[in-house]
């Protein structure tokens, strides 16, 4: 689908505001963030730009939902992925397993959705810094819990989810618009069981044990 192709989203009278926003994440899916325009979101509910405009100021503000639209869907990838979370009295595997949920999350999203995952880190000066949405704060809760189960030392712990993240993000982006776009999904499987391992022992400051190796590499299939 084009960036200029209707959308059809509908929206029921006093409800413009959000059929424009699942408009303009509809856009985004599609096109990624360059495709979010106000005109173009109004034409896909099918009002006029000046109907829109009464809900948005310009770009950036739709932009701004978007972005915001896109990362509620990349919390509920996240939120998938740690269903599966295996239900164990064991402190430390469960909070290691969480950890590498996320992980899962985040890549299954930016695979899945890759124009909504651009949109999600689509530069704009008015949009919130990312440490403040669901999907960094999943992030910051779940090392919390890897440092109260004693498996992350208090001395490593700050700025721990920055180092989690960059490792994640960098081998999304690698993924995407990188050297690794071209690989098979068995090497990314075994990039993604790699990256989580290293990032783990690096926490942690020591080696995996081979059981806590075997469920991480379990979140990698």
Request: hydrophobic content about 45%; overall charge neutral; charged content about 20%.
């Amino acid at each position: 689908m084009s960036s200029s192709a209707p959308v059809r989203t509908g929206y029921h009278h006093g409800d413009l505001r959000n059929a424009l926003i699942r408009a303009a994440a509809d856009l985004a899916q599609s096109g990624g963030p360059a495709s979010v325009t106000i005109r173009a979101a109004a034409r896909a509910v099918g009002v006029t730009p000046t109907a829109a405009y009464r809900h948005f100021a310009g770009h950036e503000e739709l932009l701004h939902a978007a972005k915001e639209e896109a990362m509620e869907r990349l919390s509920a990838a996240m939120s998938e992925v740690l269903t599966r979370v295996p239900e164990t009295e064991d402190r430390v595997r469960r909070a290691v397993c969480a950890v590498a949920a996320i992980g899962r999350g985040y890549l299954n999203f930016a695979q899945a959705e890759p124009g909504l995952f651009r949109t999600a880190f689509a530069a704009a000066a008015d949009v919130p810094a990312f440490a403040t949405t669901r999907p960094f704060l999943r992030l910051v809760e779940a090392l919390d819990e890897l440092a109260a189960a004693g498996y992350l030392p208090a001395e490593r712990r700050p700025m721990a989810e920055i180092a989690a993240w960059s490792s994640v993000h960098g081998l999304a982006m690698l993924c995407l618009d990188g050297p690794l776009r071209s690989v098979g999904s068995d090497q990314r499987r075994q990039a993604m069981g790699r990256v989580v391992e290293v990032v783990m022992e690096g926490l942690g400051g020591r080696a995996l044990s081979p059981g806590l190796r075997a469920d991480i590499l379990e979140f990698a299939r």
